[in-house]
Every structure is written in C-alpha cells, then in structure tokens.
C-alpha cells in the first residue's frame, strides 16, 4: 500500500465530468487497556448500514473543519486531525458523484450521544471487529491504512492574511495592517486551525502577521510567541539565522507534542521550507502548509489549505 506522503487519491469509481458533492470524516482510534487498538464506527439506521463518521460541507466551510465537526456530530468524539489518507468518490444514488476526503483522527475528549433518527448507535470496536461489522470496502481499507501510519504532530506554516498593498501605507512597513478580506481570513482560519487541534502559535512581530493569529488565540486563550527574525525586514537576508530558529520550533513541537502554527511572510517562507526539508512553494495570503512531523522530525504528510474568503 502506498505511503500517505505519496498516494492522497483513491476513487471506486468511474471518473466523471460532474462536480462531486464534497465531503470529510475520519478513522477514529482510542488505546483500551484491555483490548487494545479500538476504531469508533456508526450505525446509520436509514441505510441500515455500518460506517465511518463522514458528512458533506457546510457552505464556507473547509474539508479540515467538516471532518472535525462531523466526526463529533456523529460520535460525540472531538478530535485533531492527524495524517491525510486517501479520498474516496462514488456514486451517492440519486445525489450524484460524492467525493469524501478523510484523515485519521487523535481524540481529544468524548461524550456520549444520544441516538437520533441519523446516528442511532456509536460502537468502539477493537480493529478486528471493526472491520468484520463495517459495511463498505473503502471503509476497510481506510481504517487499514491509517492503522499503518506511524504517530505525527502537525506543525503549520502559515503565510499572513491579506494587508494594505505597500503603495497605500505610509508608516513603519511592519505596521501594514490587514484589510478587511484578510480579517475575513483571520476569522476562517479559527475551525481550520482548530481542525490540527494548534495549541501553541508563533508569529513575526510585524503587525500583518500578528492579526491573522489573534482572533485563534483569543478564542482558544492562546499567547503569541513572536520573534523579529520572521519579518521580513530581518529574515528576507538572513536564511541562516531564520533556518535555525525553524528547526528550534520544530524540535519545541516534537518534545511538547504541541501542534504549532507558525505565522510568516513571503520572503521569510523558502528559509523555513528549506530548514524543514520541504520542497520549494509559494503560498498566497492565508495559505498554509500542514506538515505531519514523525518523532525524528521527517515530514511524513504535507498539506494545503486556505481560507475562501
């Protein structure tokens, strides 16, 4: 079977012109001190079937975000993303072509919930019989191979939220303020960030930087951390000096096992790309990279998302 880093897509079905409904959910395990690995599945009693916990996007929102939701709509589970695994499109009876992203999911809290006319039953199951009760081969297949992919901890590069253009600000560069697109973005990037579970967040000092982390921070009673070698009037010249302090960062997540955004500019970003042994890529504003970090600091999974604001 195919690494994640290197396989995102898989389709059980014929391509198709039309555009798919859009989906997430997740593979949900838990550690049971008798049992062992246990994998959290539904029972859907309008299909009479048993799957994994998936559901279709809201409008506005981002797939990171759906599968967080979904997953806790369904279970009653609230999870962090971990690795992506691949993509799932079929035929969804009369709705169409659905194509459903999934990642494997490190629960944070649960509650138990209630039956309803969609989910009327929530099972741990241990792995074996997990995959004995689920209905769907693509089912099987997910939950086998996020059970193959080693322990990781997102750390996300994040390019700031869109600013005044330079030709319409006359003060101190790093001053430059985001407008009101970019505070839009700042406000989406609340659930997309919450979706890798960011506990701890680093920022260039400049203004642009340190307000597309604030509304994250104010609603999840975060501090910033902030250091002048990521502006861009510091690190555009200095790759050394902004590579080191990359790698610290990246050695701060994996000791503390704390998922870590860090904010930046364009210039500063192909030094921190380069330290983290990532290939070269340009980000547009409120753009971000998730690297899922194994504990020597490999970068098993990259990816991509922004804010449609």
Same mark, same amino acid.
Not at 110 to 125: G, K
Not at 140 to 163: D, N, S, W
Not at 283 to 288: D, I, S, Y
């Given at each position: 079977?195919?690494?994640?880093?290197?396989?995102?897509?898989?389709?059980?079905?014929?391509? =198709?012109? $039309? #555009?798919?409904?859009? /989906?997430?959910?997740? @593979? *949900?395990?838990?550690?049971?001190?008798?049992?062992?690995?246990?994998?959290?599945?539904?029972?859907?009693?309008?299909?009479?079937?048993?799957?994994?916990?998936?559901?279709?996007?809201?409008?506005?929102?981002?797939?990171?975000?759906?599968?967080?939701?979904?997953?806790?709509?369904?279970?009653?589970?609230?999870?962090?993303?971990?690795?992506?695994?691949?993509?799932?499109?079929?035929?969804?009876?009369?709705?169409?072509?659905?194509?459903?992203?999934?990642?494997?999911?490190?629960?944070?809290? =649960?509650? $138990? #919930?209630?039956?309803? /006319?969609?989910?009327? @039953? *929530?099972?741990?199951?241990?792995?074996?019989?997990?995959?004995?009760?689920?209905?769907?081969?693509?089912?099987?297949?997910?939950?086998?191979?996020?059970?193959?992919?080693?322990?990781?901890?997102?750390?996300?590069?994040?390019?700031?939220?869109?600013?005044?253009?330079?030709?319409?600000?006359?003060?101190?560069?790093?001053?430059?303020?985001?407008?009101?697109?970019?505070?839009?973005?700042?406000?989406?990037?609340?659930?997309?960030?919450?979706?890798?579970?960011?506990?701890?967040?680093?920022? =260039?000092?400049?203004?642009?930087?340190?307000?597309?982390?604030?509304?994250?921070?104010?609603?999840?009673?975060?501090?910033?951390?902030?250091?002048?070698?990521?502006?861009?009037?510091?690190?555009?010249?200095?790759?050394?000096?902004?590579?080191?302090?990359?790698?610290?960062?990246?050695?701060?997540?994996?000791?503390?096992?704390?998922?870590?955004?860090?904010?930046?500019?364009?210039?500063?970003?192909?030094?921190?790309?380069?330290?983290?042994?990532?290939?070269?890529?340009?980000?547009?504003?409120?753009?971000?990279?998730?690297?899922?970090?194994?504990?020597?600091?490999?970068?098993?999974?990259?990816?991509?998302?922004?804010?449609?604001?």
């Amino acid at each position: 079977m195919p690494s994640v880093s290197t396989a995102r897509t898989r389709k059980d079905a014929t391509p =198709s012109p $039309r #555009r798919p409904i859009l /989906a997430a959910g997740a @593979v *949900v395990t838990r550690e049971h001190p008798l049992r062992g690995t246990e994998v959290v599945i539904i029972h859907r009693k309008r299909y009479d079937d048993w799957t994994l916990p998936k559901g279709k996007l809201d409008v506005g929102e981002s797939l990171p975000a759906c599968a967080v939701r979904e997953v806790w709509e369904e279970t009653g589970v609230t999870i962090r993303l971990s690795v992506p695994l691949d993509s799932i499109t079929y035929e969804a009876g009369n709705a169409g072509l659905k194509k459903v992203d999934y990642w494997g999911g490190v629960v944070l809290e =649960s509650v $138990r #919930r209630a039956p309803d /006319a969609e989910v009327d @039953v *929530v099972s741990w199951l241990p792995v074996r019989a997990a995959l004995a009760r689920l209905t769907y081969s693509h089912d099987h297949f997910l939950v086998l191979q996020y059970l193959e992919q080693p322990p990781t901890t997102p750390l996300i590069i994040l390019r700031h939220a869109k600013a005044m253009d330079r030709k319409d600000w006359s003060r101190k560069d790093s001053t430059r303020p985001i407008i009101s697109r970019g505070r839009r973005q700042a406000k989406m990037l609340i659930p997309m960030l919450g979706a890798y579970g960011v506990t701890k967040l680093v920022s =260039s000092t400049s203004t642009r930087c340190t307000t597309t982390v604030l509304p994250y921070a104010h609603q999840h009673e975060l501090t910033v951390e902030t250091y002048s070698l990521l502006s861009e009037e510091e690190g555009e010249d200095d790759p050394k000096s902004v590579g080191s302090l990359a790698r610290k960062i990246r050695a701060a997540t994996l000791v503390s096992g704390e998922p870590t955004a860090v904010c930046v500019h364009r210039p500063v970003l192909p030094h921190i790309l380069d330290a983290l042994d990532i290939a070269p890529t340009t980000l547009v504003t409120g753009e971000f990279l998730v690297a899922h970090l194994t504990a020597d600091g490999t970068v098993h999974a990259l990816e991509r998302h922004r804010p449609q604001a």
